[in-house]
């Protein structure tokens, strides 16, 4: 016995071990579906294309083609890099906002203390003074 035929054994044993479970119903269309599989498999030019499309629809069933995988097959992962892809952006333009509107809130806050200073209006018209504000939000960078 050949290695593919006691393969083929441990596969049919395993198959017909759930066919109890089996309706009535679904038994006899996988009975009438080996009909014509061997059918075709003794003629090959007796099939058409139809019986094509449902062979390729049939050898297809359980490799994620159906219903539940969107119909893409291999194909449907690409759905979820897009995904990542959208996040990462949104993550990414998310912090660059934060950045702005704590940057924002720091010079704010700068300019609460020095307006609410007890400085006389002259200090803030001197030009000094401005030359002076200017350095030390450069040195805070």
């Known amino acids: 016995m050949s290695p ?3 393969f083929a054994n441990k ?3 395993y198959l017909d071990h759930g066919l109890p479970d089996l309706k009535a119903g679904t038994a006899y269309r ?6 014509e599989a061997l059918a075709r498999l003794a003629d090959p030019a007796r099939a058409t294309s139809a019986q094509a499309v449902t062979s390729a629809a049939v050898a297809g069933a359980g ?3 159906g219903a539940m995988s ?3 097959g291999m194909g ?3 759905g979820w890099l897009w995904l990542g892809i959208a996040l990462i952006v949104a993550a ?12 924002l809130t ?6 609460a203390a020095i307006l609410s200073s007890e400085l006389p209006i002259d200090a803030y018209l001197d030009r000094g003074f401005q030359n002076w504000l200017k350095r030390a939000s450069y040195e805070q960078e």
């Open 11 to 13: 596969i049919t044993t």
């Open 30 to 35: 996988l009975q009438l579906a080996r009909a």
């Open 4 to 6: 593919d035929d006691i």
């Open 63 to 65: 490799n994620g083609t």
């Open 92 to 103: 990414g333009f998310g912090y660059q906002q934060w950045q702005a509107y704590q940057q």
């Open 76 to 78: 449907g992962g690409r």
């Open 106 to 111: 720091d010079i704010e806050e700068t300019d």
């Open 70 to 72: 969107g119909g893409r």
